[in-house]
């Protein structure tokens, strides 16, 4: 379940303009989430590299998609 820190994103107009796609999180400290961005850098044709952004920046399916994972890799540790 998230919490409401952790789905405080809200849209707004000028979204299309200043939010860049994140394909998932994949890591959590204090009230940031570490992402991996969609696409490549131009200038290097390699993936962006992973980058630490506040919690609420974070869309609630993508928060929602890490705490899944996060469970299945607790069900599997703790076998």
Request: aromatic letters at 10%; one cysteine or more.
């Amino acid at each position: 379940e998230l919490s409401e820190f952790e789905t405080q994103f809200e849209p707004r107009s000028n979204d299309d303009d200043v939010l860049w796609e994140v394909i998932e999180i994949v890591a959590e400290r204090g009230k940031k989430y570490r992402v991996r961005w969609a696409g490549n850098d131009p200038k290097t044709g390699r993936p962006w590299p992973l980058d630490w952004v506040p919690k609420h920046d974070c869309t609630d399916h993508l928060v929602g998609e890490w705490k899944r994972k996060k469970a299945v890799k607790g069900r599997r540790s703790s076998k």
